[in-house]
């Protein structure tokens, strides 16, 4: 079957570093999408990767590895306001369809 | 750009009644998704319609259905209402459905509850 882990919650630090973990096992690959969803908000678009490496936009980084199912989305000098939900979501081969993670909670404290 | 609308916002139905949600996507996109969300659940897709066509479906019974129309825009409806079918529905349009770069844009979601 097809499958995207995340850690449920974190908690971090205002000022700190924080990285969310993104595990996925999917038939097929076409590029790895991470998304941020604020309470009683829609998701917004934070970053795609669909080739190995490191890809950084600002205070967030996301870093894939498809040799290793694996993605993290890397948030630093961490504020108030990134206190979300993260949303990992993989497109295989199926359709185009996207699969998504259950999210990741993260609570910002000061 | 106006982004992607939904209405209503807030509903509350109760067990056995049928609901329509609506979806008006983003002007251009041609691709929309529905998704239903639950706590500790994620994002479930429920299916996605281009061009008037249903494309992909997800693993949700007959009771959820959709629609949509010559403009794009999207309506999808539950039959027979369920307690476990109390959740935030969410639309994502998308200018297209075949490329792999194809960010999808929310809209705020659809709060049902059943009682």
């Given at each position: 079957g097809q499958n995207i882990?995340?850690?449920?919650?974190?908690?971090?630090?205002?000022?700190?570093?924080?990285?969310?973990n993104c595990t996925y096992q999917t038939s097929g690959f076409n590029g790895l999408f991470w998304y941020q969803q604020h309470a009683g908000e829609a998701p917004t678009f934070l970053s795609y990767n669909v080739l190995d490496g490191l890809e950084e936009k600002g205070r967030f980084s996301s870093f894939l590895s498809r040799s290793k199912g694996y993605s993290y989305l890397l948030l630093k000098e961490l504020q108030m306001k990134d206190s979300a939900s993260y949303l990992c979501a993989v497109r295989g081969n199926s359709n185009y369809q996207l699969?998504?993670?259950?999210?990741?909670?993260?609570?910002?404290?000061? | 750009k106006a982004g992607v609308t939904q209405t209503?916002?807030?509903?509350?139905?109760?067990?056995?009644?049928?609901?329509?949600?609506?979806?008006?996507?983003?002007s251009?996109?041609?691709?929309?998704?529905?998704?239903q969300q639950t706590p500790g659940q994620g994002l479930q897709f429920l299916f996605e319609y281009f061009s008037e066509t249903q494309r992909n479906?997800?693993?949700f019974p007959g009771r959820f259905s959709g629609?949509?129309?010559?403009?794009?825009?999207?309506?999808m409806n539950v039959?027979?209402?369920?307690?476990?079918?109390?959740a935030l529905y969410l639309c994502a349009s998308s200018l297209s459905r075949?490329?792999?770069?194809?960010?999808q844009f929310f809209g705020p979601g659809t709060r049902l509850t059943v009682l």
């Open positions: 882990d995340q850690p449920t919650e974190m908690t971090a630090t205002e000022g700190a570093i924080v990285q969310i699969i998504w993670g259950a999210g990741t909670k993260l609570i910002i404290k000061p | 209503p916002r807030y509903l509350i139905k109760t067990r056995g009644q049928q609901v329509t949600l609506s979806c008006s996507p983003i251009g996109h041609r691709s929309v998704s529905w998704y479906k997800g693993n629609r949509q129309f010559s403009n794009s825009r999207s309506e039959s027979t209402l369920e307690l476990g079918d109390s075949t490329e792999l770069y194809n960010e």
